[in-house]
């Protein structure tokens, strides 16, 4: 908006001019979206302690993770509502309006965001929310949207882009729509599987959108896209006022997110934040990169998908509990120390990720 606002009158008041600069934009969209959690906070938790949006500890009958996690019994939860909010509003200000990948990556994370504000209001009232089945449908409904409107765009990608190959680009055609659905109910999953412990989720996502916020950028600019010998895709570089203004966001929750946390992002903030991810991997076609920079979210869909087959294919657990994280608490591990090792390891995934880009 401020873009359309200012950078025409950049003529009279030459200063305006910096309203054309993504960078700009992008760091002012982190600002704001930081200040409106800040501000906002109050106000949110207010509302949700009035609505008994609270936390009810559900550890599907493992007592001794539920003993752990009493203390967080009476914690406001669905505060991912506040993120989505911060996020839309930085984004309508300081975006292009006329760029179809941020009206896309807003429709993916709002809608997934009604899927799991749903889902949250059900297991507050009702003491149980969406079945797998249900939450599935509607994650794959929203994936196939998405797919099905990149198809049917001209200017949009259907093709395949794998790291460490220059020239090795499938098009996948309408195929593309079942990749889609594929990437959309995998990522926000895997975030959902994460969140967990305390500020573990939000501090893995603002590592990933800040990954996602340069090769957003990289990848729609064509001298530098060039260089590096990945697809140059016009447009692209708007994703990266999207990506900070959810860094800001992310960084707000997370101070109010961090041990010992004040509230909880809810299924509401989980699910939307994943797909969001999903969608900027395949508008960037990054989306097999992703397995590297989201490494963290891989390895804790992994284990409870491990999990699962070890127990129906030999009668056993693999682990303790799944996801990891739980794992390691059984294994006598603090919180805290869980939460900032995992980072660390978020945060060695996102450099390997980066090393890609040149080897190729």
């Not at 709002?110 to 089945?133: I, M």
């Not at 680009?169 to 659905?181: E, N, R």
């Not at 990266?240 to 909880?264: D, H, I, M, R, T």
């Not at 294994?331 to 190729?360: D, M, N, Q, Y």
Request: hydrophobic share 55%; proline share 2%; aromatic share 14%.
């Amino acid at each position: 908006m401020v873009y359309h606002f200012l950078y025409p009158l950049a003529k009279y008041f030459f200063p305006f001019n910096l309203a054309r600069y993504i960078i700009f934009r992008g760091g002012c969209a982190f600002i704001t979206s930081f200040l409106v959690v800040m501000v906002m906070w109050k106000f949110t938790l207010r509302r949700l302690k009035r609505l008994k949006i609270v936390e009810k500890i559900d550890m599907y009958g493992n007592v001794h993770l539920e003993s752990l996690h009493q203390n967080k019994r009476g914690t406001p939860t669905m505060g991912g509502v506040l993120i989505i909010f911060s996020v839309v509003f930085s984004a309508l200000i300081w975006s292009r309006l006329d760029n179809g990948f941020v009206w896309l990556s807003v429709m993916v994370m709002t809608a997934l965001g009604a899927l799991g504000l749903v889902d949250d209001l059900l297991k507050v009232k009702k003491g149980k929310g969406l079945s797998r089945k249900q939450k599935l449908f509607f994650q794959i409904l929203i994936g196939a949207v998405l797919g099905a409107l990149i198809v049917a765009s001209k200017n949009l990608s259907t093709t395949w882009d794998f790291p460490f190959f220059k020239k090795v680009i499938i098009d996948l055609g309408i195929f593309y729509i079942f990749w889609a659905v594929l990437i959309i109910v995998a990522t926000s999953n895997a975030v959902n599987f994460t969140d967990g412990l305390d500020g573990l989720a939000i501090g893995t996502l603002i590592i990933n959108f800040l990954i996602f916020a340069v090769l957003s950028y990289i990848t729609g600019h064509l001298k530098f896209s060039s260089y590096l010998f990945i697809p140059y895709i016009p447009g692209a570089g708007e994703l990266s006022v999207l990506c900070l203004a959810l860094v800001g966001a992310g960084l707000g929750f997370l101070w109010f997110n961090a041990y010992p946390a004040e509230v909880f992002m809810g299924d509401v903030g989980a699910l939307s934040l994943g797909g969001v991810v999903g969608a900027l991997a395949l508008f960037t076609k990054k989306e097999f990169l992703l397995l590297v920079c989201g490494g963290l979210f891989v390895i804790e869909a992994m284990s409870v998908i491990l999990q699962i087959l070890s127990v129906k294919l030999r009668g056993k657990k693999l682990f303790r509990a799944a996801p990891l994280h739980h794992h390691f608490q059984l294994l006598g591990w603090k919180e805290p120390k869980i939460i900032v090792r995992f980072w660390i390891v978020a945060f060695l995934c996102a450099v390997v990720s980066f090393l890609t880009l040149k080897l190729r």
